[in-house]
């Protein structure tokens, strides 16, 4: 057996290993599974006990935190066990001798990430409404601590980014993606394009299955935009069908900064190169004039016909306004 090994087992003999970062009892003696769950541990424990604490060191065998205030009595102790990845407490004395209003200083103490941690959960199912006025609620109802509005917004953010990573990382993800979706599906057509300050500006993606089904359906190519609920914002781009049985085919979508003549031309000129041009072709649209734009110069051959729902709109709004 590994020495190292024996050791652990003839002094931790019958401890629970810690690796639950949410672990909300701390006391002397407990086995950690590693340093970070430890730290994370900690950073919750004061967090919900609206104190700061100040880390006197911290290597990759040693974590010793004192209270923020000086001279106050609080004192955390841990080290690695035998050598290993795994934290033993050493010492924990968790009482404060500094004043209570020197304590409360919960938000220096990594609020948004400790909360963030704490909402991971919330927010696993994509579906769930739960804003920070709920956050604030909860937080008060539960664990009696008020937060500002700013304070859980930037928890829930945190929690968000823990859950999908960073939004400014995945852009730089976008070229990787596209390749894959060329490797793993042959015959799809990509493209993206950066601004001059080698940012992220559009993208472009038409799938095998879509290309080789627009031969069977109708020729009409129905296109809109919707603005994007992220970070950064901006549009998302769709161009769609009908396929013989009356039902939508998805045809292609970009990912463009807004709705202007630059981003709806380069989205048409990506769309003629994938899909060609067909007898008695046309498209339908609302009257978005960059929309019209990018058609006339694209396919200036086509027709372009406005959707009836859009037209019938503002029909009834011209007439209410007329009585």
């Known amino acids: 057996m590994d020495p190292i090994l024996e050791c652990y087992i003839e002094e931790s003999q ?8 949410q672990h909300y009892l701390v006391a ?3 086995v950690y599974i590693n340093k970070q769950t430890i ?7 004061a967090f919900l006990r609206e104190f700061c604490f100040v880390a ?5 065998t040693c974590y010793y935190l004192k209270c923020a205030t000086e001279n106050c009595s609080w004192v955390f102790k841990s080290s690695c066990l ?16 500094c004043p209570l209003k020197d304590r409360i200083q919960s938000k220096r103490q990594s609020t948004s990430g400790v909360l963030g941690a704490m909402l991971v959960e919330k927010y696993v199912d994509l579906k769930t409404v739960y804003t920070p006025t709920d956050i604030q609620a909860d937080m008060l109802r539960i664990h009696g601590i008020s937060l500002t509005y700013m304070q859980a917004w930037r928890g829930k953010k945190k929690a968000f980014e823990t859950l999908r990573g960073d939004p400014a990382e995945s852009y730089g993800k976008i070229p990787t993606y596209l390749y894959i979706l060329e490797k793993t599906y042959p015959g799809t057509i990509v493209n993206y394009k950066k601004a001059d300050e080698n940012h992220f500006l559009y993208s472009f993606t038409a799938l095998d299955a879509s290309i080789r089904g627009w031969e069977y359906c109708r020729p009409i190519v129905v296109v809109d935009g919707t603005h994007l609920k992220s970070t950064y914002e901006g549009t998302m781009l769709i161009a769609s069908t009908l396929d013989p049985r009356g039902h939508i085919l998805p045809l292609a979508y970009g990912i ?8 709806w031309l380069w989205f048409f000129e990506n769309f003629k190169n994938a899909f060609g041009e067909r007898e008695d072709m046309c498209f339908v649209s609302d009257r978005n004039k960059s929309i019209w734009n990018a058609t ?3 396919y200036p051959e086509f027709r372009h016909y406005a959707c009836i ?3 019938w709109t503002n029909l009834l709004k011209k007439t209410y306004r007329d009585t």
């Open 28 to 30: 002397e003696d407990q």
């Open 296 to 298: 006339a110069a694209v």
């Open 309 to 311: 729902y859009h037209i």
């Open 14 to 21: 019958g401890t629970e290993i810690i690796a639950n970062p």
């Open 39 to 45: 730290s994370e541990v900690m950073k919750r424990y």
């Open 82 to 97: 035998n050598n290993s990845k795994l934290f033993k407490v050493r010492k924990f004395y968790d009482t404060h001798s």
């Open 56 to 60: 006197k060191r911290s290597s990759p």
């Open 256 to 263: 463009v900064d807004s709705e202007n003549d630059d981003s």
